[in-house]
């Protein structure tokens, strides 16, 4: 073995084969074997050479690591594998991160707002119109749950 691998796995050794054989570049040869598992459903070399091991990976394999994360429809043969988040040790729905930034939008308008001299359910109609999708109740939670904060 040479200097593409220290362990003894099946993705060293092709990594090595492929240093060897095709003459390209180790952290090459590393993109190559990743993509070629992920494409057979397998994260193993993923895993233990970006997060074990620190390879970073290029630009092909990050696209089709998120590509199996949110696969388009229709894209089943160039994407055979998807990857699932699923929740794990605490029961629930997870958290919408976007919700956050919601929150953060609905304290600074109504702030604004009131601080040029509109009154609070005025600002407050204002601001849900800005949020088509929200019901008036949610925006009010999310700018009196920002309030608080601060």
């Not at 594998?81 to 029961?91: H, M, Y």
């Amino acid at each position: 073995m040479n200097e593409a691998s220290s362990a003894c796995t099946p993705w060293d050794i092709q990594v090595d084969q492929l240093v060897k054989t095709a003459g390209v570049s180790v952290s090459m040869a590393r993109d190559t074997v990743i993509f070629d598992w992920l494409t057979q459903g397998d994260t193993n070399p993923y895993t233990d050479l970006v997060v074990e091991r620190g390879h970073m990976p290029g630009r092909e394999v990050v696209r089709y690591v998120g590509m199996m994360m949110n696969p388009a429809k229709e894209t089943e043969k160039e994407i055979p594998f998807g990857l699932k988040i699923s929740q794990r040790g605490r029961r629930g729905a997870r958290h919408y991160p976007g919700n956050a930034v919601r929150d953060y939008l609905v304290y600074e308008n109504m702030k604004s707002l009131m601080g040029s001299g509109t009154h609070y359910d005025d600002a407050l109609d204002k601001i849900n119109d800005m949020f088509e999708s929200e019901k008036r109740d949610t925006i009010e939670k999310a700018y009196q749950r920002e309030n608080r904060k601060r």
